[in-house]
């Protein structure tokens, strides 16, 4: 077997040099592009990949709870930070009682030990005291678990003493010190 060697062909002396070497175009296309465009451009596109996994995630684990109570265009989309730990997200809406204070789910992808993607759906719901927790719902059977264990009305405030089952197993945020609006 032979190897040819690449190499580029030699220019003649009495050619004209009629168009400019690719590294010349590399950097003029380089120099027209909008990076901060570019930037915002990326940061849109995984905002909505984050809604389609989302969408997708609830419909293939959550087939007869969640895929049926949530609009697939009920997600918003939110793009990653500068901060490489956090990915793109999307949450929606699940309602509240008093119109002020609601539930949410908020999903996003976070990287296992092996570097593999897994998907985080969260619950997001009001304390009685006025601040948010959150509650990592793994798959359907742990919703339902959680769910039933809950003795408020639906779409109202937990109190913070009320210690549930699902909630101590899981990422939740146990001081819960968010005052704001989570979105």
Known sequence: MTVTPFRPTAQRD????????PIVVLCQRVAELNLPERRCERAEEAALGA???????VTGSFPNTLATAISPKSWFGY???DDPG?????????????????????YTQRHDWTGEPQH???LIAPCACGTYFHVEIPDEDALIAMLDELDTVPGTP????????????????QNHDSFGQPF
Not at 51 to 57: E, G, I, K, P, R
Not at 86 to 104: E, K, M, N
């Open 14 to 21: 009495d050619t004209p040099d009629e168009a400019p070497a």
């Open 51 to 57: 809604v389609w996994n989302a969408d997708t995630f």
């Open 79 to 81: 793009p990653p930070v």
């Open 86 to 106: 956090y990915a793109a997200s999307a949450a929606t809406y699940l309602g509240s009682t008093d119109g002020i204070r609601g539930w949410w789910l908020h």
């Open 120 to 122: 985080a759906l969260n």
């Open 158 to 173: 937990v109190d913070c003493d009320y210690r549930l089952r699902i909630r101590s197993a899981s990422y939740a945020d």
